[in-house]
Each structure stands twice: as structure tokens, then as C-alpha cells.
Nanobody
Framework: QVQLVESGGGLVQAGGSLRLSCAPS????????MGWYRQTPRKQRELVATITTGGSTNYADSVKGRFTISRDNAKNTVNLQMNSLKPEDTAVYYCNIRNGYATDYWGKGTLVTVSS
């Protein structure tokens, strides 16, 4: 079973930046979309940003203008550059890859904590 490995989470002050990265442990065929989601104890998992193979992106309204998603199709990696972080961005961030057969792969999550 292919695993997604996330890195880059941590503690940062409000206004700071973090960069999350995600790579699969093996080969995933026919990758379609890649993305990041986040979850807090009080909220269901929510979409943060997605990017298709063609480079089309989609962002949650709450992160538009602050976060940038990118991908390396050759390496099948996806990154999330997070700038101007706010305390409300505090969450566990999960990497997701969906292939052309509608199979979802998830990482175990990486914790991002933004202090005020």
C-alpha cells in the first residue's frame, strides 16, 4: 500500500510562513488531482487547496492570496506554501492524491500551530 509522507509542519508565529511537502512512498498510476486538507478537533476535514495535472488550482476562500499550492509531476510531489499565517490556520494538514480511478490516498497528517 502506497503511503503519502508529509513534512514541514511546526510552530510559527502569526504572520510567519511554513512550507508543507508531500511525496508518495511508491508509484501511483494515473494521478489526477493532488491537494491539501486540514482538520481541527471542532471541524470536519476541509479543503485547503487542490491542483490538477494540468495545473488548475482551487483554494478555500479563507486561504486565497496567502497560500500557494504547487506540484512536480515528474516526482509526484505536492507542496503548500503558507504565508501570512493566522492562528485560525492552526490544524492538522493532510496531503491527498486522487488517481483517475477515483482512489484517494491520504497522508497521516502534519500539525501546523500558529501562535498569536
Amino acid at each position: 500500500q502506497v503511503q503519502l509522507v508529509e513534512s514541514g509542519g511546526g510552530l510559527v508565529q502569526a504572520g510567519g510562513s511554513l512550507r508543507l511537502s508531500c511525496a508518495p512512498s511508491g508509484i501511483i498510476f494515473s494521478i489526477n488531482a493532488m491537494g491539501w486538507y486540514r482538520q481541527t478537533p471542532r471541524k470536519q476535514r476541509e479543503l485547503v487547496a487542490t491542483i490538477t495535472t494540468g495545473g488548475s488550482t482551487n483554494y478555500a476562500d479563507s486561504v486565497k492570496g496567502r497560500f500557494t499550492i504547487s506540484r512536480d509531476n515528474a516526482k509526484n510531489t505536492v507542496n503548500l506554501q503558507m504565508n501570512s499565517l493566522k492562528p485560525e490556520d492552526t490544524a492538522v494538514y493532510y496531503c491527498n492524491i486522487r488517481n483517475g480511478y477515483a482512489t484517494d490516498y491520504w497522508g497521516k497528517g502534519t500539525l501546523v500551530t500558529v501562535s498569536s
